[in-house]
């Protein structure tokens, strides 16, 4: 039975203070490019409603040169806490671009130094900015000044496994007025792969005053825990363990206030969610929806009978009658046949 030790339980009883922001729940649903739209941040919402949510990752170059602020901005006022990512390596550029997000409605901005994407850390931006930490010093700086809301820094631990740096890195984004950092326990050479190096986020946590969010392998409330219980951080930020299961985020944030597990959905549950995500992102993009829908959909579609046979189908779905069609037969074949836990290998991105 998983439990939670008491000094876990005290240093994660008050809420979460981002500088003068406070967040009431300690776990949070991570930027993810294409993935953390509006629709998806509002499935996310009905299980965590304390969470800080986060949008896809904002050029600020983009922003610069457009007059209408891209749908990736675009918040809804009622889903508080947002915070609005934005990446680049210019701090004017920054600075600016974190003004017209403060504009939308973002309570902090977070700055993407993490990305480990070639066509991101070539132009300068992302992991790039662990081997320029004098430039992402001025970007912190730049952008701090822009803005009257928190700025917050997400990264890794260095640019590869002899250039781990997150030390100094971490030290220099605090000092430069970052009110929280997210730490993903790998280098940019890893990827994601290879296991999250939680002793690193355990170091960054000794020396800052300011939160520490781990993040990087938390796919269960049970690693949740072991990563605070080894760590110390402030809180978790949860990534691709969210991909096909916005159920995640919720279900640590509720054993964390109290020490109680959630049933698990089931498949016929997962299906039914996965419904939901096709019919708004429809709703939301049109057309578009429907083919960003696809890659949603075989992540839900796993760990039951006829899962394989169900991805296939609607990884190629041409409209949101067929995708609705093939899940409600899916759906209406496990309720007749009662459906079985069939663990499959985990479908996450590359």
């Known amino acids: 039975m998983l ?16 500088g003068a922001f406070e967040v009431k729940s300690r776990v949070l649903q991570s930027p993810l490019s294409g993935v953390t739209d509006l629709v998806f941040r509002r499935l996310v919402r009905r299980h965590a409603p304390d969470s800080m949510m986060y949008t896809e990752m904002v050029n600020a170059t983009g922003l610069h040169y457009v007059k209408e602020l891209p749908i990736l901005m675009e918040v809804d006022p009622n889903e508080r806490p947002i915070s609005i990512q934005l990446f680049d390596c210019r701090p004017d550029f920054l600075a600016e671009a974190a003004q017209k997000a403060v504009g939308e409605g973002a309570d902090t901005v977070d700055l993407n130094m993490g990305c ?5 850390t070539k132009n300068g931006g992302g992991s790039s900015l662990l081997r320029q930490p004098e430039l992402a010093e001025e970007i912190v700086r730049s952008v701090v000044n822009a803005v009257d809301v ?17 030390l100094d890195f971490a030290k220099r984004m605090e000092d430069a007025g970052a009110k929280m950092i997210t730490v993903h326990g790998r280098t940019r050479a890893q ?11 355990a170091k960054v946590k000794e020396v800052l005053s300011i939160p520490v969010i781990a993040n990087g392998d938390i796919f269960s409330v049970e690693a949740a825990v072991r990563c605070l219980e080894f760590t110390k951080a402030d809180g978790v930020m949860c990534s691709r363990g969210t991909l096909g299961y916005p159920f995640l985020v919720g279900e640590i944030d509720y054993f964390l206030k109290t020490g109680t597990e959630k049933i698990k959905p089931t498949p016929i549950e997962r299906l039914e969610c996965a419904r939901d995500h096709l019919q708004m992102l429809w709703e939301y993009k049109g057309d578009r929806g429907v083919r960003q829908a696809r890659k949603h959909m075989t992540w839900y579609s796993k760990g039951f009978a006829g899962a394989a046979e169900l991805r296939g189908q609607l990884s190629v779905i041409e409209n949101v009658t067929q995708g609705l069609e093939l899940l409600d037969q899916a759906i209406e074949r496990l309720s007749r046949s009662g459906w079985q836990e069939e663990p499959e290998a985990e479908l996450l991105p590359v």
Not at 150 to 166: A, D, H, L, M, Q
Not at 191 to 201: D, F, P
């Open 3 to 18: 439990t939670l030790s008491s000094d876990l339980q005290t240093r994660l009883a008050q809420p979460l203070k981002i």
């Open 150 to 166: 928190p700025v917050t820094v997400k990264t890794r631990i260095g640019w590869t496994e002899k250039e781990i740096n997150i």
């Open 116 to 120: 480990p994407v070639n066509k991101i």
């Open 191 to 201: 990827g994601y792969n290879g296991a999250a190096k939680w002793e690193w986020i």
